[in-house]
Structure formats: C-alpha cells, structure tokens
C-alpha cells in the first residue's frame, strides 16, 4: 500500500497538489490503514491461538496418600475430596446428620487387593461384626461395606467441564477412586448422639489383609473463585458478555478452564495472563475456575502408591498422528497407541481377537467412563473387540485397573466396537 501512494505522489507534476496529497495520506490515510492492518492481525492471532489445542495441557494425574503423610501445601497434588482432610467424624450425632446415600458410614477403607476378590466381595453381600467405643462405652455393631461413588461424581463433574470448555475428554487413570468403600452400619445398640467416638473395630475376617485405613485420593486437579476485571463487556450479537479473569499469581504453568458449568456460557479463551469468557449472564459475579496444575515431581517427594497419568509419551509418531488424525486401523498401530501410555512395566499388550458379542468370552474389565451414557452406536450391531495382556510383576493387585484404562481409551478409537480386556 505504501508503494502504491508513493507512485501516486510521483505522478503528481504539481508541486503543491504534491505536497498537499502526501500531507493527507501521511496524516489520514496511512493512519487508518495502519489501525485496520492491526486490528486484522489481532484478530488473526486471536484466531491461531484459539485454534491451537495443547492436549499435554490438560493432563490428569490421579494418586493415593495416607492422611499422616499428607501435605497441605504440596505443590500440584489435592484431594479429590475436600473433606478427606479433615479427621474422621467423632460423634453419632455427626453420622446421622451426614449420611452417605442414604447410609450411615463409620469410616471411609481402601482396598489393596485384586480386583477379582472385590468382586467376590460385593457379590458375597458379606456382614461383619464390630465394635464402636466412646468415652463412655463400648457398643457392638454389624456394618457392610458400599462403594463410595463421590469420587467417580468428581470425575463426571471434570468430564462435564471439560465438555463445556470445548476440550476433548481423555479417560482419567484413576485406579484408586473404585477401591474407596464405605463403611456402613446395619446395626448397632442405642447410643446417646452426645458420644464421642473414640476407636472402631471391625473384624473383616478373611478380607482384613486387604483393608487400608486414612488414604485419600489425589490429583492435580483445584477449584478457586476469582473474580472479573472491570464490567462485563458487550458482545458485538447484543446478547452476550465478555467477562475478563486474570491468571497473574495462580501460575504459568497450569491449565484453567471455566466450572461454571450451570451458567449460560458459551465460549471460553486463554491467551498468556487472562481467561475470557463468554455468558449471555450480565451480572457481575465471582467465577469458579477449574486449575489443571501442570508442575512434576520433585526430589522430596514421596508417596505410598504409585502417581499415574493418562497423559502419552512424546515421540514423532504421536505428534505426526496429532497433526494429522488419521488413525491407520493395525496391529502395529494398535500396539503403538497402547504403548504411547508408556504402562509397559505394568501390563504388556499380547493379542486381541474380533468376535460377536453374543461369544462368550472372559472379559475381566470394567469401563472407567460410566458417565458416557450418550454414545451414538448401534449396540445392536457391534461387535466385541477383546484385548489380551500379561500382568508384569510391578502392576501387583492393579492389573485389571491399568488394562480397564488402557480399554476405555482405546473405545474411543475404536468405536464400531464393544471393546474389552482380559488378563492372560
């Protein structure tokens, strides 16, 4: 454009018509060129940026700590329940005014076992016998043990919010939140609610070995409230708003996507030091805003269980395949896809085997996305896609666990299938 004016300026002969039509371009002209040019490459950028999805951004990591080990001020793990934090509840009182679904639970158990003999376990509908001592005196009672579903609704919130972001979902490698169990009273002798419980013992008879006492859930997963900078600010559709939310202080490193997932929100954008989102709600309000902490290990830290991720090993074959999503629907393929999870010294991929789902065959895993009730497929005609692997020795009693994430993701590249594992 600047060279189209100054040949202008040169085909005029007039000396000052010349000067005059270089004053007006200088101070009119170029100066609106030059606003537009910004404001087109503003746009543009703004377009990239939005366009550009960072899928190691929003990995989930999930783990297991005892309480007594438990820091408040880690740096990136919390619990995926607030309320494990605190100390068990102390007084009858207490217990009937929370109950768990319906149920009155005593104390929250992980169990370290196989997850056949949890199996067993919730189909025996087994009863044990106990005993709750108070300050005052000791009462026998009869419990059952029920799984404590609160930690997969955390992770139905998460998916719920990840959908509501625009951010697609990866299954949580979380296998630890289906180990957590209640337990729950069935009978006990009349106790004053003013008692303060002291000790409870339950004789879990053959299961005893496997119990865990105190261990909470983690993950690198935080919600806070922050408030909007300034007044919401019309969008150009006159039915919408554009809230603006600094990030300064919470962290370069970490992925922040909008909780709200009950408002009218529309549109959610990041760029360096703000997220900004879009609500036709025009009320000035504080935001609950979803933190995926994005720090690593450092040399102090310990944990009594392994940390898992359901994030993929960086390769050129995983950013090729990210860049082009193609899958090509092969053995070698498949094998790559699974080991991109880099779980080889858990469990090892061995075959797989195409049949009908009215086959009977062994299948030992359970889905980890429960919550997925809304998939288009026609269960009618499917077929089962089942796949084999060999526990190695350091998996220990969470083989089925590692082989059902494994499954889980793997049902989303294959979806003309009803995908399966088994344990050879």
């Not at 454009?1 to 009119?28: A, D, G, H, T, Y």
């Not at 490459?41 to 990239?48: A, N």
């Not at 408040?72 to 768990?100: A, G, Q």
């Amino acid at each position: 454009m600047k060279e189209i004016i100054q040949r202008s300026i040169n085909n005029i002969q007039n000396i000052e018509e010349r000067v005059l039509f270089k004053e007006l371009m200088e101070e009119v002209f170029l100066g609106l060129y030059e606003t537009n040019e910004q404001m087109y490459q503003s746009l543009e950028h703004r377009v990239l940026d939005e366009t550009i999805y960072e899928e190691d951004r929003y990995t989930i990591r999930t783990g297991l700590i005892q309480r007594k080990y438990f820091d408040v001020s880690h740096h990136y793990l919390t619990p995926i329940l607030e309320s494990d934090i605190e100390e068990p509840v102390c007084h009858m009182r207490n217990l009937k005014e929370n109950p768990e679904g319906g149920r009155i639970s005593l104390l929250k158990v992980f169990l370290e076992c196989e997850y056949g003999t949890i199996q067993e376990l919730a189909g025996k509908n087994e009863r044990f016998r106990g005993v709750v001592i108070t300050d005052q005196k000791s009462y026998e009672t009869e419990c059952h043990l029920a799984q404590n579903k609160k930690y997969t609704e955390q992770v139905y919130g998460l998916y719920k919010i990840f959908i509501k972001n625009g951010i697609p979902w990866k299954t949580v490698n979380g296998p630890y939140i289906n180990r957590m169990y209640d337990v729950c009273i069935d009978s006990i002798q009349e106790m004053k609610e003013e008692e303060a419980i002291q000790e409870i013992k339950i004789d879990f008879r053959e299961y005893a070995p496997y119990i865990r006492y105190d261990c909470i859930p983690v993950w690198n997963v935080k919600t806070v409230l922050a408030e909007s900078q300034g007044f919401p600010v019309p969008c150009i559709d006159h039915k919408n708003y554009e809230y603006t939310i600094s990030l300064a202080g919470y962290g370069d490193n970490n992925s922040y996507l909008a909780a709200d997932v009950d408002l009218p929100i529309s549109h959610v954008r990041r760029d360096k030091e703000k997220l900004y989102i879009t609500s036709a709600d025009a009320k000035a309000r504080k935001w609950k805003i979803l933190i995926l902490n994005g720090g690593r290990d450092k040399r102090i830290d310990q944990y009594n269980y392994p940390v898992f991720t359901n994030d993929r090993k960086d390769s050129f074959m995983e950013r090729l395949y990210k860049k082009n999503c193609m899958p090509v629907k092969t053995k070698a393929e498949l094998i790559r896809y699974i080991e991109g999870y880099g779980l080889q010294k858990y469990v090892a991929f061995k075959s797989y085997v195409i049949c009908k789902r009215a086959e009977e065959i062994k299948m030992d895993t359970y889905t980890m996305n429960p919550f997925l009730l809304d998939e288009i497929r026609d269960a009618e005609a499917e077929k089962r896609l089942v796949l084999s692997f060999e526990v190695k020795a350091e998996c220990g009693f969470l083989a089925v666990d590692m082989i059902s994430f494994l499954v889980s993701e793997i049902q989303f590249l294959y979806p003309e299938y009803d995908c399966g594992g088994s344990l050879v």
